[in-house]
């Protein structure tokens, strides 16, 4: 893993592979190993880059509440820092809040972007509360309890538990500030399904059948030309690990296809 500062914090990132960009930003208390299985599948054809987002993984975790906007403008620093003046970017759960974000406020660094597991929809006002009830666990409880109450939720009923156990592996390592001040952000987080219906450019849009984090209705918020939708079957809120040979088809796919006129 490299660094590089991003608005006054340390970002850590894989850089990995040649050719055209590919950036990968994983979901809330994961790291850019949540795509340990997905990114050798795609660097014999494209340069891939995932960064542990702000208070994740290894990159630093300042104290108080995040923003989504923030933590776009960090991945914004981090492309301009690699001078990389265009890539595709895509987001899961989290990562894909901040995908929506970045193509609002920086469209013209994108070829295309995508969500996997994750929706343009705001937090519902139960959602907002349960965030609030998520940072009271962490500073009570700890972010092991916090995430072995959090991992067996994200993935399908028939998940194999080794999947689960590598999921709570990499979660364990988010710091507790970080987990707090990115419940935070997703909270106060604006509808985005604006930014998928009125874009020009190339958007992939992935969910799980089984997903009761992200329902497929809420993430397939548009019918346009340019949007690519697909669906998973037999798999929950976490793509990444319960068919990343298809995920990585997906990518490609995406990639590789003719944008609609």
């Not at 989504?68 to 981090?78: C, F, G, K, P, R």
């Not at 343009?120 to 500073?139: F, H």
């Not at 009761?212 to 809420?218: D, F, G, I, N």
């Not at 993430?219 to 990444?240: A, E, R």
């Amino acid at each position: 893993m490299e660094n590089v500062r991003c608005e006054g914090s340390n970002i850590c990132y894989s850089d990995q592979g040649k050719g055209e960009v590919i950036v990968l930003l994983h979901g809330f208390c994961g790291s850019a190993e949540y795509w340990e299985k997905v990114i050798p599948g795609l660097t014999a054809n494209y340069r891939v880059i995932a960064p542990d987002l702000r208070g994740h993984g290894a990159s630093d975790a300042p104290l108080g509440a995040y923003t989504i906007e923030q933590m776009a403008d960090d991945v914004l620093s981090l492309l301009d820092a690699l001078e990389i003046p265009e890539c595709y970017l895509l987001g899961h759960s989290l990562g894909g809040y901040i995908t929506l974000s970045f193509a609002q406020h920086h469209a013209s660094r994108l070829k295309g972007f995508g969500l996997i597991h994750s929706s343009g929809y705001p937090d519902s006002e139960e959602a907002k509360e349960n965030r609030l009830k998520s940072v009271t666990m962490i500073q009570s409880e700890g972010i092991f309890a916090f995430v072995d109450q959090l991992v067996p939720g994200l993935f399908a009923p028939e998940a194999e538990p080794r999947l689960l156990d590598r999921a709570k592996e990499i979660g364990y390592k988010t710091p507790p500030q970080g987990a707090i001040g990115a419940s935070l952000a997703m909270r106060e987080r604006p509808d985005r399904r604006d930014v998928i219906s009125a874009t020009a450019l190339p958007v992939l849009l992935v969910a799980g059948a089984e997903d009761s984090k992200v329902t497929p209705e809420r993430t397939f918020t548009s019918d346009n030309q340019n949007i690519t939708k697909v669906t998973l079957p037999g798999v929950g809120h976490m793509g990444m690990f319960e068919a990343p040979e298809q995920l990585v088809q997906i990518i490609k796919d995406f990639v590789h296809a003719p944008v609609q006129k």
